[in-house]
Nanobody
Framework: QVQLVESGGGLVQAGGSLRLSCAAS????????MGWFRQAPGKEREFVSG????????YYADFVKGRFTISRDNAKNTVYLQMNSLKPEDTAVYYC?????????????????????WGQGTQVTVSS
């Protein structure tokens, strides 16, 4: 069982920045692919960014490319999402997730159903 706890959400003006953190339990964090998803009211949960277990591979949804950066510190069992140039349409609950499939060590997992564990989410609100 993997427990994930997100933090760092909040209210920010358009153009501002936030850094989300996700702390994971377990001794094999470096073997998990990690992802960030978001869900706005009335919308489906969508993939934002992912990173392989080693940290060597990353992937971003088109709507955040050039603005968001995902990273991880395996020594701290933590994954981060640096969000810059935030827009009102980025407003959502952001979730981190862990994928335990073997290929996630070196490849990014991008599909929701392939993630095995989820955090409780953190609210990000961007005002115009």
């Amino acid at each position: 069982q993997v427990q994930l706890v997100e933090s760092g959400g909040g209210l920010v003006q358009a153009g501002g920045s936030l850094r989300l953190s996700c702390a994971a339990s377990g001794r094999t964090f470096s073997s998990y692919g990690m992802g960030w998803f978001r869900q706005a009211p009335g919308k489906e949960r969508e993939f934002v960014s992912g990173i392989s277990g080693t940290g060597g591979s990353t992937y971003y949804a088109d709507f955040v490319k050039g603005r968001f950066t995902i990273s991880r510190d395996n020594a701290k069992n933590t994954v981060y999402l640096q969000m810059n140039s935030l827009k009102p349409e980025d407003t959502a609950v952001y979730y981190c997730a862990a994928a335990t499939k073997r290929s996630a060590v070196i490849m990014v997992v991008t599909t929701l159903y392939e993630y095995d564990f989820w955090g409780q989410g953190t609210q990000v609100t961007v005002s115009s």
